[in-house]
């Protein structure tokens, strides 16, 4: 039982380093960088801009991480495709060079890892439910 609640506190944490990391994640400008949550928020309601859809995208993915499903395997590994995808959208549109900054690598590495982390942490977890039922 204590090791269940050990793991609880453990995934918590995964989930929200990588939240915080996905969120504070710096998109270069001409002038200065911008964190990746703002361009979220301002390209959500850019209309006629093929950055919408993955702005919304990447929104709905943290929406999932706040809401009560959010333990659910399959839930946990659409958030990370959703939340993902805005930041392919943006790899894919400009040239790699420019995102050749750290204050965009280390923020998007730990996402990813802390992400991944979080998602085989909540599968051993789920599995070890349902082998004691």
Known sequence: MYKVNANRGIKNVFKWISIISYLMIILAGWMSGIPFIIWLIFAAFDFGNIDQL???FGLVGIILNLTTGKTRIDVTIVSFILMLSPVI???VQVPIEV???LAFQIPLTIFIVSYLT???INARENSGKKNLQ
Do not use: K, Q, T
Request: net charge positive.
């Open 89 to 91: 959208s943006r790899l």
């Open 118 to 120: 979080y998602i085989i």
């Open 54 to 56: 993955f702005a919304i």
């Open 99 to 101: 995102f050749n900054y």
